[in-house]
């Protein structure tokens, strides 16, 4: 793939192709960027990172919306997509899927192991991505100077309502979907480790209680390549 083939891609004029034979991640290290991130580190499959920077609203430039439309990293573009062609993609769970597809690791060959295992992936989609992220908002950013704490509180019950199926799950199993790491886990777990970390909501929401997913969350932040991914796009030295 030559790089006149990248070219026709508008993004490629604000993050230039240092590599144009791999993989183009455009990112920033958020519960959904890493995701991606750690993806390709366990897989190994070779690719550039750009970073998006929010501070000043990458995430809304004509480039990078002319491959999002929704303005929310992560994307991709692939140079060796499907039948050889290039192929622009977002949203991270659909990146994942694409990208377990592509390599053939980490979603199970067969139908049954691996519908099981996408139900757990729009799980998060649907339900911890969206929830933990407004108790985010309600805890740590604007919404603390509501004095009315009555959303706030309805995101902590239904934060701890999903904590509570995934210590459940991960109590029967090593991990999400069953005895082997998946994109299931790939994508819960960010958001685990975020809702501890950045948001600072561990006490609110009572994690303690929550020991299998305790003790999951451990299991997935000493893998290596989890560490790596984490830190992907790295921030720039001053």
């Known amino acids: 793939m030559t790089s006149s083939a990248l070219d026709a891609f508008q993004i490629t004029r604000k993050w230039p192709a240092r590599h144009p034979g791999l993989l183009q991640l455009y990112s920033l290290p958020t519960p959904n960027g890493v995701k991606v991130s750690i993806m390709l580190e366990e ?141 299931a886990d790939i994508s819960i777990l960010p958001w685990v480790r975020n809702l501890n970390g950045f948001y600072e909501a561990g006490d609110l929401v009572g994690f303690g209680d929550f020991k299998h997913l305790a003790k999951a969350l451990a299991r997935f932040v000493a893998r290596p390549a989890v560490q790596r991914g984490l830190l992907i796009p790295a921030t720039p030295t001053p």
């Open 43 to 183: 897989t190994d499959l070779p690719y550039e990172a750009h970073r998006v920077a929010f501070d000043t609203q990458d995430q809304m430039s004509p480039e990078f919306l002319s491959l999002n439309p929704n303005n929310k990293i992560p994307a991709i573009l692939d140079p060796n997509g499907p039948d050889g062609q290039p192929l622009a993609l977002f949203e991270s769970g659909a990146i994942l899927v694409y990208l377990a597809g592509k390599t053939g690791q980490l979603l199970p060959q067969d139908e049954a192991g691996k519908f099981h295992t996408l139900q757990w992936l729009m799980f998060q989609m649907g339900g911890v991505g969206p929830m933990f992220g407004q108790l985010g908002f309600f805890h740590k950013f604007a919404g603390k100077e509501y004095e009315d704490k009555r959303p706030r509180d309805r995101y902590v019950a239904e934060s701890r309502r999903l904590l509570g199926v995934l210590d459940a799950q991960y109590a029967r199993h090593q991990w999400v979907a069953g005895d082997d790491y998946t994109i």
